[in-house]
Structures are given as C-alpha cells and as structure tokens.
C-alpha cells in the first residue's frame, strides 16, 4: 500500500516547501484507500523516478541519501499531467480540511435602517471617510422629514465642517432644515448648523437664511452668550454681519455680563475679531464699538491647525530659502502685527522696489488705517512712512477646502483684512511649492516670485 507520505515525497507540486509529518498525516487516513487501487495498477516500480531537487539536496545534506521525513522516494505521474481538481484524491482531501476546521459563523443580522436613521449611522462611525459623500447624499435623500432630527443635522454639519467637505446639496439642507425649523432650535444648536458654512466659506442659497439668524439671534442673543458671538463669527467669515446683532454685542451691558464668565477671554477675542470687521468692512455702521480697553489680540499666533501640521508645513524650507536669497535681516517671520494677526514672512519695501532691512523700519501698518476712516478701503499704505510692507502668505493644503479650490473662511478673512489694512499680499500656493524639487529650485521660484511684484536687493545672504 502506498502512504500518502510516499504521495508527497513524490509529487512535484506539493514537495517543495511541505513537511509531511505537520500536514499531511491528518489526511492519510481518508485517501489510503483511494491511493491504494493505483499501487494495484501501475505499481510503485513503474511509477518510481528520481526525487525533486529540494527533497534531493535535503537527502545529501541528510548523509543518509533519504529524504528528511524517512519516506521512500516514490515516483508520480509526469509532472506536467499533475492531480486533477476534481479527482477523487483532491475531493478527499478538501473533505477532511473542512472537517477538521470549525465552521465560520453566519453574519450577524444587520437591523434595517431608513433615512435620518442611515445618516445617523454613517455619521456616528469613528471612520467618517469609509462612507462617501454620496452615501450622505442618499441617505438625507431618502429620509422622512420627521426623521431629520436636530442631532442628526448637527451631526452632518460636524462632518462637514471636521473634513473641510464644500457639499452644496448638503449644505443646503442644513440651511433648509434650519429655516423650517426655526422656532424649535436654540442658539445652541443654531451655532453648531451655522458653523460649516463660515468654516467652508458657503453662502447658501436659501434666501430665508440670514433673516431666520437675524431672528433667531434677536431672540436668544441674551441667553446664551458664547453661542450668539460663535454665530456671528461665521456670519462674519461670510461677510454677512446683521447690523442690530452687532449692536447688542457690542453694547455695555452685554459686555459686562460676559466679564465674569469662564469663557469671558474667548469671547472678547471673537468681539476683538468682529470690531477689526466693522473698521475694515462696515463703513456704514454707526452703532456702538468694542472700546479699546476691552480689546486683546486676534490670533497672537499660528493657528492650531498650522502648529498641528507643521512637519507637513513648507514653512521651514520657505525661511532658508529667504535667508540664503535676501539674508535674515530682510525679513521677519511669525510677525504678529495690529490688531492681532500672524503673518507667515514680511518683508520691508521702499518706494523705489527696494527689500530694506526690518530692524531699520517699523514692520508695522498704523491701524485703523486712514482710508478706512474716511470710509474706503485702499491696498497701499497712506502714511509718511513710503515703505510698502509685503506679506508672504503659504497657502498650505488644509487650508482649502478638500477637493477644491477655496480657501477656508477663516484664512479668506485674514487676507482680506491684511489686505485692507495696507499690506501687500503675495500667495504662495502648495501646488507651486510642492513642485519644487530641493532648495536650488526654491530659492530661484521666490526670487521669480519677488522680482514680479518689483522688487530687488543686494547680493544675496549667506
């Protein structure tokens, strides 16, 4: 009789790799018999040919001139003809692994959910990005009204506004949703739906939108304070800052009710913020201000995003590159200018184009700038002083929107205002800075970058 260890040591396709006494005794049992009607018809002398290569250097190395496993050399069929997959062999073999396996448990039954109750699934899971847009989109689509729940939009609009997702056709919803539903929502909820769209810099097209907050805000504003000025933080990204809001805000006695609170330093930055938008943007508002010994700095630093990020950053490589082409006295870099927003690079010009040295000049703007108290906006200082003050601003990655090319609302209103205050801003796109290949090709795209604008220097720094 042939044992299926014979089979083994003989078979070309199996040897290689295989030890016999870890795999294939378990199967031995089932296919003697069906091995030993072919020892009746051909016989071991006739099948008996020279052993594979792995199982002859093994047998070498062995001194013995026996495979490893003690078996006989036993020949097969010709190696090109191999087992056929429905043989009887194979059929027994495969028989005995499903034995010996346990069975793998059916699916759990997964519960039948609809509409707001899909969507809700889809935005409770910890791996948002597994679900596609799409997804979302069919889903709010087919949900019933009463199935669109507060917590449910509030949830959609926190997924949008965490993966920076510019969806129209969800946005809109959020913005229908909170206009019919405006009498049962608090300021609370209110500044949770409102935030994707200033984040994102969306203004929807509902044409109900801004009266309902206008509204809404008249109604809640002394009840909740940090949610009305969240509020009209992305109102302001929006540029779409209610008058008779801005007035209750910035009145005294909402100011002196927020002083006492835990959250009184986050509110008077966001005011600081909302008073910097009035100077800037609002020539026509005649109602009451933010006196100045209420006002702190707006962002006296980068952004959490940009700190969290910053391995990613391309600011690093920017700052050699400006060292090496104008020398270090010739910019400044994190500068934090009036009233209150970081600038990544600045630079001092003089009227002729010239890059002169910041310790020589005052790297800072006047503000309010002049021409905004006459009520207009120009983009070239108006002092004394005829040195231009050029910004250098990285348009890094995450601070568009994801798959698109707007920037954040947050980013957008900081050029602006740097923009309307006097300083001249020059973009540096990711694009641009990611297809430079190595500090060579830096230096030469900033100096092509400054000599657009005007400028020129010295001989470059070290």
């Not at 078979?11 to 030993?36: D, F, H, I, K, N």
Request: charged share 20%; proline share 11%; glycine share 8%.
């Amino acid at each position: 009789m042939v044992s299926i260890t014979q089979l083994h040591a003989s078979s070309p396709a199996l040897c290689p790799g295989l030890r016999c006494s870890a795999v294939w005794p378990a199967a031995a049992p089932a296919s003697t018999a069906l091995l030993s009607g072919a020892q009746q018809v051909g016989g071991p002398a006739s099948w008996r040919r020279p052993p594979c290569r792995p199982c002859a250097g093994a047998a070498a190395a062995s001194g013995t001139g026996e495979e490893p496993w003690g078996a006989a050399t036993l020949a097969g069929p010709e190696p090109h003809q191999g087992f056929p997959s429905d043989g009887p062999l194979v059929c027994a073999l495969e028989q005995e692994r499903r034995f010996r396996l346990p069975p793998k448990p059916p699916p759990p039954l997964q519960p039948v959910l609809r509409g707001g109750q899909r969507l809700e699934a889809a935005l409770s899971c910890p791996r948002f990005l597994r679900y596609p847009r799409q997804h979302l989109i069919r889903s709010l689509a087919e949900a019933r009204p009463e199935e669109l729940t507060p917590h449910v939009m509030v949830l959609l609009a926190q997924h949008l506004a965490r993966h920076r997702l510019r969806e129209p056709q969800l946005l809109e919803a959020i913005a229908h949703f909170l206009v019919v539903q405006e009498a049962q929502l608090n300021s609370k909820v209110v500044q949770k739906l409102v935030l994707p769209f200033g984040r994102l810099n969306y203004l929807p097209l509902e044409q109900q939108f801004m009266p309902c907050l206008e509204r809404i805000l008249a109604r809640e504003a002394g009840l909740a304070p940090l949610a009305t000025v969240n509020i009209l933080m992305s109102l302001c990204q929006l540029r779409c800052l209610p008058f008779r809001a801005l007035h209750f805000v910035f009145s005294p006695g909402f100011i002196n009710h927020i002083s006492g609170t835990p959250h009184a330093l986050i509110v008077r930055r966001y005011l600081s913020l909302l008073d910097t938008a009035v100077e800037l943007e609002l020539p026509g508002y005649r109602g009451p201000r933010l006196p100045r010994r209420q006002q702190v700095p707006i962002f006296p630093q980068p952004l959490i995003t940009d700190r969290a990020r910053c391995k990613y950053s391309h600011k690093d490589i920017v700052a050699e590159g400006l060292r090496q082409l104008l020398g270090e006295e010739k910019y400044r870099q994190d500068l934090t200018v009036p009233p209150g927003y970081c600038t990544d690079f600045l630079l001092c010009v003089s009227s002729s184009g010239a890059v002169l040295p910041v310790r020589t000049q005052d790297p800072f703007l006047p503000y309010p700038p002049r021409s905004c108290l006459q009520g207009q906006a120009a983009p070239q200082p108006t002092t004394r002083d005829p040195a231009q003050r050029v910004v250098l601003m990285l348009r890094e990655r995450w601070h568009f929107c994801r798959d698109g090319r707007v920037l954040l609302g947050s980013r957008a209103l900081r050029e602006r205002h740097l923009g309307l205050m006097g300083y001249q801003l020059l973009p540096l796109p990711f694009e641009e800075l990611e297809s430079q290949r190595g500090l060579p090709q830096l230096k030469s795209y900033l100096r092509q970058k400054l000599q657009a604008l005007g400028l020129h220097w010295g001989p470059e720094g070290g």
